[in-house]
């Protein structure tokens, strides 16, 4: 057992921190900042173009994903080290998403060599369409329906807090193509282009919107959306997996992405965060940090902060190994958010007033950084799965416990 | 135009279906302010706000029955 980096490894790490200290302009974290209400698809811009070049010649992208596929065939801890790099200076090069696993996993070979390449490369993105308005922790109950026509499915219905819809190519969509089986039963995924006729997109602002979050905001996006499909008709070649088969497909993709640098370092950026604050030469940090209470409470943010990492460095090693990963990523999922609300209520404290004051605000800390790090922290509670749904997950796939009965329609998120 | 089943407010569905706007990724947008709607049933139901739709998926019984 090795808690650590390899020398390999920490060179890798310290080739990937200087690469970032010589390329990464504020200019190309303004263009890919996931937050600002720019409508381009993350990465497609001049400056993240280039970026996407330069670190795949360097055979930075898409580290763990198969050779064949575009990819490195190499290791996943690798792969965590130079997208947890990237995250900490603003840009996410991760293709964070369900998508990218559920294609490995359930694709037809020519799904895999169309889209692995493409999503490695930043080319496409896709947006997760689970949620409706009736169907949210009871995700079964959907009801955006495709119906089989010929060679076609058409779709009718619509989609709840279809994050980044706006700034997406393709819409990795769950709906029902058995009406008369039961609920997790005649559900099936499709893949396909956001500009397919019949869909459109009517945005939802969060409590993030006005102000806007400041750069480095953990779950900062001031805009989510309602994604509607009028007759929306698109070939039978967009499913993913079986016919029928898409609760399968679905909850393995959600699962498997709990896993890496872009979940963990939701929750532990935050801790980073103070911590630098406290030791810069701000007069309010350097006060702080002489505080006593300030100190203890810090440290022990930290050591549960630790908490997050050790798990995510399970399921990473658990996934590497080909393991059955079923209830860790859950786990995970309850920890890193409710602390990440424990660690957002404390720096406010710590902060006083000045703390909750937003951004663009005189006297506001950090831009407000912290104060919208507030209300993204309870954010994460609910988004991908809430935390009473993944607790539901331990109790019956981790502890062997039965289903309760208002459970039993409680689903994968 | 039809009526909101939750306040009874006239909604202009062709605005709610309107497009006025296009996406980075290709996708029509429509303006959120104009009034949204519902796959409720196999139908589609409007919405003068999202406020109204929320009471409505909540209990929709509650208004399909008061519309008779
Ligand atoms: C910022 C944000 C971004 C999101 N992005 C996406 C996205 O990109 N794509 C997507 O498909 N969805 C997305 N979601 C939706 C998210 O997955 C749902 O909000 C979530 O599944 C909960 O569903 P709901 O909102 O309908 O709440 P409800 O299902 O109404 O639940 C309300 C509360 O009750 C609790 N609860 C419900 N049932 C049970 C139970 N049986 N036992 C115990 N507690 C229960 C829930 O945990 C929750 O706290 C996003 C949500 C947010 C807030
Ligand atoms: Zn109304």
């Known amino acids: ?413 | 135009m039809t009526k909101c089943p939750v306040c009874g407010a006239e909604v202009d569905v062709a605005a709610i279906k309107a497009q006025t706007g296009t996406t980075g990724g290709g996708a029509r947008e429509m303006d959120p302010r104009a009034g949204t709607r519902q796959f409720h049933d196999g139908q589609w139901f409007y919405f003068d706000t999202i406020e109204c739709r929320n009471n409505f998926t909540m209990q929709p019984d509650r208004y399909l029955s008061g519309q008779g």
């Open chain 1, 1 to 413: 057992m090795n808690f650590g980096y390899s020398p390999e490894q920490e060179a890798l790490r310290s080739e990937v921190q200087t690469f970032i200290r010589d390329n990464v302009t504020d200019e190309l974290v303004e263009e890919m900042d996931i937050h600002s209400g720019t409508d381009r698809p993350r990465g497609r811009g001049p400056l993240g173009q280039a970026l996407y070049r330069q670190i795949g010649e360097r055979g930075w992208l898409g580290i763990a994903y198969p050779s064949e596929y575009g990819g490195q065939g190499g290791s996943r801890i690798d792969q965590y080290i130079v997208e947890e790099e990237f995250l900490r200076a603003g840009i996410q090069i991760s293709m964070i998403g369900s998508g990218a696993p559920a294609i490995l996993a359930a694709g037809t070979e020519e799904q895999k060599r169309y889209y692995i390449p493409r999503l490695i490369r930043g080319e496409v993105s896709f947006c997760l369409g689970f949620t409706e308005p009736h169907a949210g922790a009871d995700l079964a109950n959907l009801r955006c329906s495709a119906v089989r026509d010929g060679d076609e499915f058409v779709i009718n219905g619509q989609k709840m807090y279809t994050t980044s819809a706006h700034v997406s190519t393709h819409i990795y969509l769950m709906a029902r193509t058995d009406r008369t089986a039961s609920k997790h039963k005649g559900i099936s995924i499709f893949i396909f282009p956001m500009d397919t006729p019949g869909l459109t997109v009517r945005p939802l602002w969060t409590i993030q919107n006005n102000p806007s979050a400041p750069k480095f905001t953990t779950y900062g996006a001031a805009r989510t959306n309602e994604v509607f499909f009028d007759d929306v008709r698109i070939p039978a070649s967009a499913l993913l997996g079986e016919e029928n088969d898409g609760w399968r497909v679905g909850s393995m993709g959600l699962n498997l992405d709990r896993v890496g640098a872009g979940r963990y370092l939701i929750s532990v950026r935050r801790d980073e965060d103070i911590i630098n604050f406290l030791k810069s030469d701000e007069a309010l940090g350097a006060r702080l940090s002489e505080s006593e209470v300030v100190r203890d409470k810090v440290a022990e943010l930290w050591t549960e902060a630790q908490v997050c990492r050790l798990m995510t460095m399970r399921s990473m090693s658990i996934v590497e190994r080909g393991g059955a990963f079923s209830y860790e990523g859950s786990a995970e999922k309850v920890w890193a958010p409710e602390h990440g609300v424990r660690i957002s209520e404390s720096i406010m404290q710590m902060l006083g007033p000045h703390g909750s004051l937003l951004r663009g605000s005189p006297h506001s800390v950090q831009d407000g950084l912290y104060a919208h790090n507030v209300m993204g922290s309870f954010q994460s509670g609910i988004n991908h799965g809430s935390v009473q749904i993944m607790r539901d997950q331990v109790a019956r796939r981790g502890l062997g416990m039965p289903s309760s009965r208002g459970n039993k329609a409680a689903g994968v998120k």
